[in-house]
């Protein structure tokens, strides 16, 4: 199977964006994205230049995918995946790690809560796949106290799952962290550095740090192919894991 994680950037490049989903479908088993509004039109206008219908924008050049979305703020903003027919998910959960889903986070929008959306498998073995796009703090990528506290819920919602599990998302931390650490002792295989990544950001990212995104597995799943794509079409560099379970 296939899978490709990716931080959209609110769909600031939309066109891009949609058209590069539109291709990969074809050999795509599974996207997972962060940062999607979903009818957002008209209940905010302080994220300018973003696609306010990128859920729809998305859905609609993939129709043989069926489309699960959770929310981490207000009703319009979360997270997405999507799953290529007849692969379908047993079940669908969200777990939040970071506050709560009601949460309002008052003038600084982007302290929001955050959530892992949960989709899980029969094929025939049972496997999870984890959506989550992690903790902004406005001070850059290293540990604070919130961000070790949300390492830890996500390590106890994994530890409850059955079969295998893949972690997937922007997790808006450094390699080199505590909280990073944390979620790898729980038995997942960090694949950015396995592989020797050297940046999951486009040139399209002009500030200092080159890491947010990562995949992480458990030792059942059985990776064939794992590298960052090339395609400009956000901020972040998607992210393509080709694996059987």
């Known amino acids: 199977m296939r899978l490709i994680t990716l931080n959209t950037w609110s769909g600031r490049r939309r066109d891009a964006l949609v058209d590069f989903v539109r291709r990969q479908s074809a050999d795509t088993d599974l996207f997972c994205f962060q940062e999607i509004f979903h009818c957002a039109t008209g209940k905010t206008d302080k994220w300018k230049d973003c696609a306010y219908e990128l859920y729809m924008d998305i859905a609609s050049v993939i129709p043989g995918f069926g489309g699960y979305y959770h929310t981490h703020f207000r009703d319009y903003y979360g997270l997405a995946t999507f799953v ?14 970071h506050k709560f889903k009601e949460f309002e986070p008052g003038e600084e929008e982007g302290l929001h809560a955050r959530n892992l959306q949960i989709t899980s498998y029969e094929v025939p073995g049972r496997f999870s796949v984890v959506n989550f796009h992690g903790l902004w703090n406005g001070q850059g990528k290293g540990d604070a106290p919130e961000r070790i506290e949300q390492s830890r819920k996500i390590v106890e919602a994994v530890k409850k799952l059955e079969g295998e599990v893949i972690l997937c998302g922007d997790f808006n931390l450094n390699p080199d962290t505590e909280s990073m650490a944390i979620i790898e002792a729980a038995g997942l295989r960090n694949l950015v550095k396995e592989y020797g990544i050297a940046s999951t950001r486009t040139n399209l990212y002009t500030k200092p740090g080159k890491f ?3 995949v992480l597995v458990s030792k059942g799943v059985k990776v064939k192919d794992f590298r960052v794509l090339p395609d400009e079409v956000s901020d972040h560099s998607p992210l393509l894991l080709d694996f059987d379970v």
């Open 84 to 97: 290529r027919s007849p692969l379908a998910p047993v079940s669908v959960t969200e777990t939040f790690v």
């Open 212 to 214: 947010a995104d990562y």
